[in-house]
Every structure is written in structure tokens, then in C-alpha cells.
């Protein structure tokens, strides 16, 4: 298995700009989470998806965020307009419906967004 | 609500010391609980979980950890410290119910390993 796939890695944008992050999750998981990592906040839970389905999105900091996951296979998060305090890592997380809590969850390599 | 701690942000030890890494939780119910360890510019990768049973659990890479529940801890232990630890570990706590879950994470300690 190729495990929980993030694109890009690396992103750079000035500020202003549309950013979109990607995500693809292990086949056959149905539950899928967005991250964001910064030093002052750590990791903080964005939004999670089951079966396709948004369920919680209390953690979006705000309407420049959204998510979607038009399918089981793969996911976006998209920033407009981005601002210089987005700059973050992003991980997209993803484990099976009713097994997160006793398997815990596989997480992508991230993705490192700079907005300038 | 539910929430991690970690108290020590930073922890330094020599290579083939003894190593633990302390993590409390505030949890209603029996928690789920986990160790992830992030390499510099990696994901998280799981290295040990506890959710019921025997309250010292053993992971990957030597890894252990023991459940305590008199004292809300679930401590992070190894014998021997290799210079290839280093890294950053986060405990975390599942919440959740009727397929509804999330994990909640401490904010991190981060291990160095001197020669």
C-alpha cells in the first residue's frame, strides 16, 4: 500500500493567491482528517470527512478555508485568499470508520505551505 | 473536555541512556491512547497504542509505554537510546462515540540525542 498521499509537498504562494493542498487516502479507509502543524499551535484538527461526508469542521479557522472530498479516493483543502499566518505544515490523515480509536489514524508526509 | 499534556517540550540524552517521556490526559471514559514519533520533514508515524487489557504495551523501535490510570498518564519508555531517536513525539488521546472519532494531540516533545 502506498500509504496516505499528499500534494504538493512543498508549496510556496504570495499572499492573495488560491492554494490548493491534496490528499488521497489509503483505499478501502472512509474517514479522513485535515491537520495543520505550527509551532505556536501544534497540531490542530481542520476537518474530518466519513464517507465522503463532512461531520466536523468546528476546527476550519475560518470562510478562507474550505475541504471537499468529492470521492473515497481523494480530498482537497483549499485557502482563499491565502494570508502570511496560513504558513504550516498540512497532514492529511485517514483510518477506517469505527476503528480510529483503537487503530489510530495513518497520516501523509504533509504538506509545507509558505505564503509570502 | 478531553485534552494531552506534555510537559516537557524539550529533552536531551546521551546515546544509550534511558529515556521517558511523560504524557497526561483528561479523558471522561476509558481512553484510547497513542504515541506518534515525526522524523524532521515526515508524518506521523504510530508507535504504540493502548485501548484496554495489559497497561504496558510494547510498539516499534523498542518503544513502551505504560497506562496509568490512578495517575491519567500513559509515559513513553525506552531502555536505550539510539542517535536514529531523535525526533519529535506526540501522545494523543482518541475521543469519541458511535463511529464519531478524533485524536487529540499534545503539543509535542522533542528528543535530542547527544553521541
Known amino acids: 500500500d502506498a500509504g496516505v498521499i499528499q500534494s504538493p509537498r512543498h508549496e510556496v504562494t504570495e499572499m492573495g493567491q488560491e492554494v490548493t493542498l491534496r490528499c488521497k487516502p489509503i483505499?478501502?479507509?472512509?474517514?479522513l482528517f485535515w491537520y495543520r502543524q505550527t509551532m505556536m499551535r501544534g497540531l490542530e484538527l481542520l476537518i474530518y470527512?466519513?464517507?465522503?461526508?463532512?461531520?466536523?469542521d468546528s476546527g476550519m479557522p475560518e470562510d478562507r478555508f474550505s475541504a471537499k472530498m468529492p470521492n473515497a479516493s481523494f480530498s482537497t483543502l483549499k485557502i482563499q485568499p491565502s494570508e502570511p499566518r496560513d504558513s504550516a505544515v498540512y497532514f492529511c490523515?485517514?483510518?477506517?470508520?469505527?476503528?480510529?480509536?483503537?487503530?489510530?489514524?495513518?497520516f501523509g508526509s504533509g504538506t509545507r505551505l509558505t505564503v509570502v | 473536555a478531553q485534552s494531552v499534556t506534555q510537559p516537557d517540550i524539550h529533552i536531551t540524552v546521551s546515546e544509550g541512556a534511558s529515556l521517558e517521556l511523560r504524557c497526561n490526559y483528561s479523558y471522561g471514559a476509558t481512553p484510547y491512547l497513542f504515541w506518534y514519533v515525526q522524523s524532521p520533514g515526515q508524518g506521523l508515524q504510530l508507535l504504540l497504542k493502548?485501548?484496554?487489557?495489559?497497561?504496558l504495551v510494547q510498539g516499534i523501535k523498542g518503544f513502551e509505554a505504560e497506562f496509568k490510570r490512578s495517575q491519567s498518564s500513559f509515559n513513553l519508555r525506552k531502555p536505550s537510546v539510539h542517535w536514529s531517536d531523535a525526533a519529535e513525539y506526540f501522545c494523543?488521546?482518541?475521543?469519541?462515540?458511535?463511529?464519531?472519532?478524533?485524536?487529540?494531540f499534545g503539543a509535542g516533545t522533542r528528543l535530542a540525542v547527544h553521541p
Open positions: 494523543a488521546v482518541g475521543a469519541g462515540s458511535g463511529g464519531y472519532n478524533k485524536l487529540i
Open positions: 483505499s478501502g479507509h472512509n474517514s
Open positions: 493502548y485501548f484496554s487489557g495489559d497497561t
Open positions: 490523515a485517514s483510518t477506517i470508520s469505527g476503528q480510529g480509536l483503537r487503530y489510530g489514524y495513518t
Open positions: 470527512f466519513n464517507n465522503n461526508v463532512p461531520i466536523d
